[in-house]
């Protein structure tokens, strides 16, 4: 598992627009970047506001990205914001506890 602290960090690994980790990754701050996320593995994070998101599971307090890709549960604690979802698996589960999930 790979674990970002600064966003310092996050900018350095990002290539061509676009941060691509080979494994689970966990953000300990809130992420607000101008990049797609590629992340092979689940993410965990506070608040994520990304360009487009393709990852194994999403666990976050807050959701905010155009298109987001994931395996099999996608869920926000406090609010849940994207252009589209679309699981790679059946049956599959995207949802935010406190509020619904609202399309751009």
């Known amino acids: 598992m ?7 960090e996050v900018k350095a ?3 061509d627009g676009v941060l691509a980790v080979n494994e689970s990754v966990t953000f300990n701050f809130s992420l607000t970047i101008e990049a797609n996320l590629k992340i092979a593995g689940d993410i965990n994070a506070g608040d994520i506001n990304a360009m487009n998101i ?3 599971d999403i666990n976050a307090r807050d959701i905010n990205a155009g298109d987001i890709q994931f395996y099999a549960v996608a869920f926000a604690y406090t609010s849940f914001a ?4 679309m699981s790679r698996r059946e049956p599959s589960k995207f949802f935010c506890l406190d509020s619904e999930v609202k399309f751009k």
């Open 2 to 8: 790979k674990t970002y602290n600064t966003i310092e």
């Open 54 to 56: 393709d990852a194994g």
């Open 13 to 15: 690994d990002i290539k």
């Open 82 to 85: 994207c252009k589209s979802i």
